[in-house]
């Protein structure tokens, strides 16, 4: 298949589905490298720069791969100081694939249960301090989200993670991601969506030189500012929340602490399942629709 038929069945796909987030654990180790790191790669070069991120992000073979995160999130009231609102446990399944003309293509899974702030404690309600009020906690769910490789840019789903320059310092590899984007509102037509979303991945120079390593260990963080969830019931309040994580590549979802996968288990078990989890799903319009299914018929 040629690279502008596969592009453009991607963006088919994605146009389709849309309309338009102490970690002691080790990713797989037939994926270390051994091997000292030779001459610097020139990161300059689009195809060297691509690798070097797919490497970092996910995998530049064909196979899955499982990150977990923390997420600390704040409300931003606008004005004064952010307030603690709690923590979320994020986990996520990638299936790659390595395609012809040194593309990668990418189908992701996402889900995530809320904690109270810094804690394992898990929330079946949330007290919102800002209002006041006891809402019942909607956990995270998304995808399948395709998402496309090149080395003209990423095709992605929602948002683009457009990368900036690769940074060496000392014998680890940088590499930046933003994405300050505007869309139609997926959840409330006729208003627009900002992304502001930002991510930084880290890996050994010598993981990403060696050609033995399709799938590169890696320290990740991301920060992001988000509209209110609708399950918090904040209405048209200013502001909006801000969320703050670190992670890593892991083996597989059983090297999730224990007391995360229990969580997962009992929570947002779809992540188990990913070959039967076909349907599209997103937080906000998934809480939406089970909403409307719970309001009484009009007579």
Do not use: C
Request: hydrophobic share 35%.
């Amino acid at each position: 298949m040629s690279k502008i038929s596969r592009r453009t069945a991607l963006r088919s796909t994605v146009t389709g589905a849309l309309g338009v987030a102490g970690l002691g654990l080790l990713s797989n180790d037939t994926h270390a490298a051994t091997a000292t790191p030779g001459a610097l790669p020139d990161f300059n070069d689009p195809l060297q720069a691509m690798r070097a991120q797919v490497k970092m992000v996910g995998s530049i073979g064909t196979e899955p791969v499982f990150t977990f995160y923390r997420l600390n999130i704040y409300a931003d009231p606008g004005t004064g100081n952010f307030v603690p609102f709690f923590t979320m446990n994020n986990v996520l399944v990638d299936y790659w694939q390595a395609l012809e003309d040194n593309q990668h293509e990418m189908r992701k899974y996402e889900v995530g249960f809320y904690t109270r702030i810094d804690s394992q404690e898990p929330l079946e309600y949330f007290d919102n301090p800002l209002t006041g009020k006891r809402v019942n906690v909607h956990h995270f769910r998304l995808g399948p989200v395709p998402r496309m490789y090149t080395v003209d840019g990423v095709i992605a789903m929602g948002y683009n993670p457009n990368p900036l320059p690769i940074e060496v310092i000392g014998d680890r590899v940088f590499l930046a991601t933003q994405s300050i984007e505007n869309t139609p509102d997926r959840v409330h037509p006729g208003e627009t969506n900002y992304v502001n979303s930002f991510s930084t991945y880290s890996a050994r120079l010598a993981d990403i030189t060696d050609p033995n390593v399709t799938s590169a260990p890696n320290h990740a963080q991301l920060q992001n500012k988000n509209k209110w969830a609708p399950w918090f019931e904040m209405g048209d309040r200013p502001g909006g929340t801000v969320a703050r994580g670190f992670g890593t590549k892991i083996r597989s979802l059983d090297a999730l602490p224990p007391v995360v996968l229990a969580g997962v288990k009992r929570f947002v078990p779809e992540i188990l399942d990913t070959q039967n989890w076909t349907d599209f799903k997103f937080e906000d319009s998934e809480y939406l629709r089970e909403q409307a299914e719970k309001a009484p018929a009009k007579s």
